[in-house]
């Protein structure tokens, strides 16, 4: 028996996801002044994809002022983000995406210097230059498995946790995420979204499900077509304890 010469990168597996068509299903948190953030920004999100479209957006803040969106291009990473200075800053072919894989893909911004930093997997996967003014200020709506509410590059696959925080986390604490996705970093963190059946309910009672923002601050999406679907079934028979088997959230 002989030890890894590396640590052993296991690949994330979740339980739940919520699953988007390709076609017209989106997740919609509607604009909150506590999302309009134009300083200090970190997004982060476990998604998957189940086809090769070339052009598919994951969490976007798109709709009305573009502000910024993260998806996939031709099966690599794609950012965009816009400045209050006018910039428009975007980066293709930085990681590469498989196909019915799970991923962590993500962004952050320092508006002090312009520091954009792109994420893939918890580990840093490559800055892009700015203009380094501060990000434009947007009351548009934040969509997740779109580029917009009504007219997208839609997704076709899975997401399971969209985090958006008004601050830049440090390598380590998006390394934290990536590894403890149940029990993710919780400063300065505006919406945190987590496919379990605990946290999609029709809560305003509108019959459209949403899914519950966990951050505290009722940044709630609401599913339009895209709703949660169930990965791992639960085992035909309780072996273990029930401990062991309470959800996590
Ligand atoms: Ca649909
Ligand atoms: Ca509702």
Redesign the pocket.
Known sequence: MSMPLSPVRLEKVFRYAIFF?G???VAVVPYSPLLDITDNLTVLAFFMTIAPIPDQKIVSKYPGVPQWVIGVYNSRAYTELWTAGGGYSSQNYIGTFRLGRWHQYGISYRSSDGYYTVYLDGERAGTISTDGWPLRSSTGNTVIGSSTDTNGLHLLGLVSQVLVYARVLSDDEVMWNYNNFEDPVSGSLRLSLFAHPDNVSDIDNDGILEWIDLSGHGNHGKLY?ARLITLIKDPARVLTSARALTPAR
Do not use: N, S, T, Y
């Open positions: 068509d076609v017209d299903d077509g």
